[in-house]
């Protein structure tokens, strides 16, 4: 049914009963129902009508009665038959005789002439259907259908729009076509035989117009163009190109289909090896096409400027190395480039950009155009004050338009790099001589934008700075010059963060860097800026800021246990503290944690006392959450692992327990506090090593009683890491060493019936998890044993949760990590371990065999024969009885193995075990049988060997 409606019918309305077939398929039914579905404001009535059109168009008599229509003055009427037409063709067409079908497409070329000039939906509906019966009667039913249809088309004017109308359909129908693959590879061929004649036709019009010199007929000439595929060595004997440029160059109209027709077909099929002066020939065009232009640029409408910038940065995409070469008009080029690239129009002048992207990354890639480079040095000058022109804020922006500018500076900032990459210093000079030109600007009202553009280009290249590079230095000495505004502001303390590599190496410029770091924290405008500044310069600067902690110090620590402030700009100010903290004195160190964190402690403890019944979306848990990260960012970088006693703040996680035993309790469904308590947990277990061990095992009993709840990504990644830990402990011949390995068996244990569990219904891990915490068990492997191992149970558990597991990893890496991780376990001989292998042998053989056979990508092998070689050192005999006994199944593993090429794998596997490589190829051999791989000439050497 028509979705777009144009008018009404007159019809009288009528209630239409419901069942479609009390009502006979005549011409006023059909009115009548299109009224009632248009018309009626009764969603019963509408559907009762939809119901009956969509049953007529199942009948028979909708052939006839939608030709009818189409011959209404009534566009609703007429578009209604069109569309019921069109379904007819596609999916009833043998309910036409042969002799009707050649009768309809003759009336619908008559009734294709009466839509020229339109309107246009009803000359691409007739265009459509048109396409269709061709589609329905080649190659062989009419097979000159297409020489008809032209030679009807060609009699008149009127004819020669609606006949280029249904060759720019025509490709796309066939694509889209409810066709068999036969049928229209047929037609494909066809069509291209008849290319020449098509390309014929198209010259011709696009020389004359369609002998009317009609610019319409020239507009459609490109469009079909762009629909179908010309072979290249058509085009290279034929004038079409040169036709092309003169119709861009005359009519306005023709700009935007000629651009596209270069830039989606004739650039793509051009192969730059074979066709260089070619592409060069369509380049030195293009300029002079752009000069012929001139003149009229300013008055052309945004999508044909659009146009043709997309022409000139695609041939800058496709041919950088000849445009580079050529010094004439390589540079004439890139100024037209850079002419477009300063359109206010955001659309025309980003897509400009990607042409320097790709100048530049043929210079880096091919070092003997190095010697074109002072040639467009200039040229990345010019684009790189145009980044900057592009980056000055507008006035009065609202909300939205906001969005757009910050969105297009985003993007602007890969190519001030890619500028900085070319220029090198210069850049960085050019970039200072225009920050000093906007504080000259004294009189400006917009003043600091014009300062705060270089300066936001300046932090966007800052990853290429170098210790030499003392431009911003001399940027830090105009600070004091700058107006007062906190976007000029922001981007200058945010500049100085980026920059923390720099000033890593000068530490008396630091010192002026923190200054105006520490000024900013005190300003409600800058903090969030200055907060993450500091935590970017303490991660580089350390060492140094802690030589200033006399003045950083009594800055941040208010503002770090100043609830009201923003909390990511605490966790930014605690983890720039604990980092200074690191390089000081242990005293200092201690007496600076326990003012910062003793009033959280407290806080926290307030908070649950007095908001007995916390939910997530009140003000409180905002509260507790942020409290929370702080503590998370501390534990994170508080680094105890070299001490021999164990530092206040871990002991202090003795008074912390209860707190996060209640919040993991009542809190575990909410994953944001599941992920905020874990990743304590796991910052702690990090950082604390041997002097946390007293501490351990309470710390580590909250999570199996939260991943029972609660299976969160972050408490499974809190167990990989807990594996670092446990590899000392476990070994430990201490009270606690034992605790530890007895609560790790039982993490484990709980942790492979939870996965079992919950892998059943949804793989809720990523692969990278798994890779985690895989690696962590393989690294610590000599010592994991002892804590699984502890019982049977907990060793057969885990084994069950690996088998479950690992089939399902279907990335090569976390793979790997759990193949080695299983290679250690099955070569154990810890009792628990044996045991287990011994239980579930078959098990294990079959997730081997299955993965070889054919479950698993033939990359995966090598892991399976290296795992299948451990089993056949440490258990022979089980390893030949069991594989007897599973290949005793006809269809195991693969359908198509004979006995005797599994009898040939069993005595190979038991022979070549002591040779990684011979063992290798006899497994990867096998695989290939499983699969059907086996050469053809093998396959015929078979028999005879």
Request: hydrophobic share 40%; net charge negative.
């Amino acid at each position: 049914v028509p979705c777009c409606v144009m008018s009404r019918t007159n019809a009288v309305t009528t209630r239409l009963p419901a069942n479609p077939l009390e009502v006979s398929p005549t011409k006023s039914n059909v009115c009548q129902a299109l009224d009632t579905l248009y018309s009626t404001t009764s969603q019963e009535e509408r559907d009762t009508a939809q119901n009956w059109l969509l049953a007529f168009t199942q009948t028979p008599e909708a052939w006839g009665l939608s030709i009818e229509l189409l011959g209404e003055d009534n566009i609703t009427l007429a578009h209604f038959g069109g569309h019921t037409l069109q379904e007819k063709i596609k999916y009833q067409w043998q309910e036409l005789p042969p002799e009707k079908q050649e009768e309809l497409f003759r009336i619908l070329l008559v009734v294709l002439m009466k839509y020229n000039p339109g309107p246009t939906p009803m000359l691409t509906r007739l265009s459509v259907v048109i396409a269709q019966v061709i589609i329905q009667v080649l190659p062989d039913q009419w097979p000159n259908i297409i020489l008809d249809f032209v030679s009807f088309s060609l009699q008149s004017k009127e004819s020669m729009l609606p006949m280029l109308s249904v060759f720019k359909i025509l490709p796309e129908e066939l694509h889209e076509a409810p066709i068999i693959n036969t049928k229209r590879k047929a037609i494909q061929i066809f069509l291209k035989a008849f290319v020449p004649r098509f390309l014929s036709l198209m010259i011709e019009f696009l020389k004359n117009g369609g002998g009317h010199n009609d610019p319409r007929i020239r507009r459609e000439c490109l469009m079909c163009l762009v629909s179908w595929d010309i072979p290249l060595q058509c085009i290279l004997e034929s004038p079409l190109v040169e036709l092309v440029f003169m119709c861009i160059e005359h009519f306005d109209d023709c700009i935007p289909h000629g651009c596209e027709y270069f830039i989606t077909n004739l650039l793509q099929i051009v192969d730059i090896k074979k066709h260089p002066n070619f592409l060069k020939g369509l380049f030195h065009r293009s300029v002079a096409l752009h000069q012929a232009l001139s003149s009229r640029l300013k008055n052309l409408d945004v999508f044909s400027l659009h146009s043709l910038a997309r022409l000139y940065t695609a041939l800058g995409e496709k041919i950088p190395d000849i445009i580079i070469k050529d010094t004439d008009f390589g540079p004439k080029l890139s100024d037209i480039v850079i002419f477009y690239g300063t359109h206010q129009n955001p659309d025309i002048a980003i897509q400009t950009f990607s042409f320097w992207y790709e100048i530049s990354s043929e210079f880096e890639q091919d070092d003997d155009l190095r010697e074109f480079a002072p040639l467009y040095a200039p040229l990345f000058l010019k684009f790189l004050n145009l980044l900057v022109t592009k980056c000055i804020y507008p006035q009065d922006l609202d909300e939205s338009e906001l969005g757009e500018f910050l969105s297009l500076r985003k993007d602007i900032s890969d190519y001030i790099l890619e500028c900085h990459k070319f220029l090198g210093t210069h850049c960085l000079d050019q970039l200072y001589q225009t920050l000093l030109q906007g504080i000259q600007q004294n009189i400006h009202p917009h003043r600091w934008a014009f300062i705060e553009a270089p300066l936001f280009a300046l932090k966007a290249s800052s990853d290429l700075f170098t210790e030499n590079d003392e431009i911003l230095f001399k940027v830090i000495n105009e600070y004091p010059n700058f107006p007062y505004h906190p976007t000029l502001m922001n981007t200058a303390v945010r500049l100085l963060g980026e920059c923390s590599t720099l000033l890593a190496s000068h530490g008396d410029e630091l010192t002026r860097a923190l200054h105006v770091i520490t000024a900013s924290l005190n300003s409600k405008e800058l903090i969030s800026a200055a907060a993450e500044a500091m935590d970017r310069i303490s991660e580089s600067c350390g060492e140094l800021m802690a030589r200033e902690i006399d003045n950083v110090l009594p800055v941040i620590k208010p503002l770090v246990t100043n609830v009201q402030l923003e909390p990511n700009s605490r966790s930014h100010l605690m983890r720039s503290t604990c980092r200074i903290l690191s390089h000081v004195g242990w005293e200092t160190s201690v007496r600076t944690l326990q003012d910062l964190l003793g009033p959280i402690f407290l806080r926290l403890q307030q908070l649950l006392i007095d908001n007995t019944q916390l939910t997530p979306d009140g003000d409180a848990y905002n509260v507790l959450m942020s409290e929370l990260r702080l503590l998370s960012s501390a534990f994170l970088l508080v680094d105890n692992s070299d001490s021999e006693q164990p530092h206040p703040l871990f002991t202090s996680m003795q008074n912390f327990y209860p707190i996060l035993d209640y919040l993991l309790e009542n809190f575990s469904t909410d994953d944001n506090m599941v992920d905020v308590c874990t990743r304590i947990l796991k910052n702690g277990v990090t950082n604390l090593n041997r002097s946390f061990s007293p501490f351990l095992p309470p710390l580590l009993s909250l999570l199996p009683r939260c991943y029972a709840k609660n299976q969160h990504p972050q408490i499974f990644s809190t167990y990989s890491v807990a594996v670092a830990v446990f590899s000392f402990l476990c070994n430990e011949k201490t009270e606690s060493g034992t605790a530890c390995t007895l609560l790790f068996g039982q993490c484990l244990s709980l942790l492979a019936t939870k996965t079992i569990s919950a892998l059943n219904d949804s793989a809720f891990i990523q692969p990278d998890a798994y890779k985690e915490f895989f690696n962590s068990l393989t690294q610590t492997s000599t010592r994991i044993p002892l804590a699984v191992a502890t019982t049977e149970s907990s060793a057969s558990n885990f084994l069950l949760a690996s088998l479950f597991i690992i089939p399902r990893l279907d990335h090569i890496h976390p793979f790997k990590a759990a193949i080695d991780f299983f290679e250690h376990f099955v070569s154990s001989s810890q009792g628990g371990m044996v045991s287990a292998v011994n239980k579930h042998f078959v098990a294990i053989l079959d997730f081997i065999f299955r993965g070889i056979a054919g479950n698993k990508p033939r990359s995966f092998i090598p892991q399976y024969a290296r795992l299948l070689q451990s089993i056949q050192a440490s258990y022979p005999e089980q390893l030949r009885q069991i594989t007897l006994r599973l290949f005793n199944d006809p269809g195991y593993p693969a359908s198509h193995l004979t006995e005797e090429e599994k009898k040939e794998f069993t005595k190979n596997i038991c022979l070549h075990w002591k040779s990684a490589t011979q063992f290798k190829d006899v497994v990867h051999d096998f695989s290939a049988k499983c699969r059907g791989l086996l050469p053809a000439y093998a396959q015929a050497t078979k028999p005879f060997l």
